[in-house]
């Protein structure tokens, strides 16, 4: 800490330039500082528009932070500034990474001609194109870049109607029922919420995207709502647990199953939608979103302990103006 308290001393007296703020960025860092170093990584951004080695100061700063979007883009600039920066490239790499961008990362990791750990960050890689559901930093990186204008999105542009089928299916399925205590998975900015108010005495949402957490948050509709990963992040007992468009994320749905089975009261149900497979099992689609079968739901909620109380064919949305192929269920415990 000596070492920053001398450095902002020069800076402050006007006796240090660049050199000297980049190496404080580099201090705080080492010392945790976050908040600390990303404001003198700002400060040396502005202060040197142009100058390749200031982006990617900033966009380090960010890349710790998990703000990706922002970080990428900084990255990305320090590189169009100077595409012989390696460490750019490296950080960039390691940011589609973190990004659950396996493809990208890869491109970028075999263009370097050697750099710290790349073996591991490739078998990384590797392991995200292979995995059985969506990388949580994937989802939590598309979502962070739609959430500003998701609601329009996805309702002027996709016709999202996953919400209202759930809704229409639990009035089939318990009709009457009100007051319920109410999780919803994957809440997003809370379109789904909105629909399931009316019939909760509680209502809690989960989220992968921070972002979207804090719209949802701005709609006043939620007792609590926390960031964390629908597999591993359930605490509570709920009468109902409500996931929209969520299952497009995951592939494998057994340990979802196994987690939402344990959280619901003994006279539960689960509801959600999910993008339809034919014949059997479950499938990645060219959007980089799961499909699954009825025969595979059938048998993993049956594995589960669940007892499928309706499932119906339905569009939870459009793709290129036309209807998406799904499927609405509701599992009973």
Known sequence: MQAVGDLRARLAAGRGGLLARLTLVKALLASNDLQGALEEAREAAALNPGV???AMALGE???RLGALPTAIAELQRALRLDPGLERARFLTGRAWLDAGEAQKALEVFESLESAPQIDDLIARAHAIQHAPRSDAGYVRHLFDQFSAD???RMIGQLAYAAPQILRDLADLII?????LSILDLGCGTGLAGMVFKARAAR???IDLSPTMVLKARARGIY???IVGDIETSLTGTYDLVVAADTLVYLGDLAALFRTVHAHLSPDGYFLFTTEAKDADGFELGPKRRWRHSEAYLREEAAMAG???AGLVVAS????ANQPVPGLAVALSR
């Open 61 to 63: 700063v960010l890349l």
């Open 223 to 225: 007792d609590s709502l």
């Open 203 to 205: 209502l809690d949402g």
């Open 175 to 179: 009709p009457g029922r009100e007051n």
């Open 150 to 152: 998701y609601d329009s």
């Open 316 to 319: 939870p949305r459009t793709e």
């Open 306 to 308: 669940f007892s499928v």
């Open 52 to 54: 390749a080695v200031a």
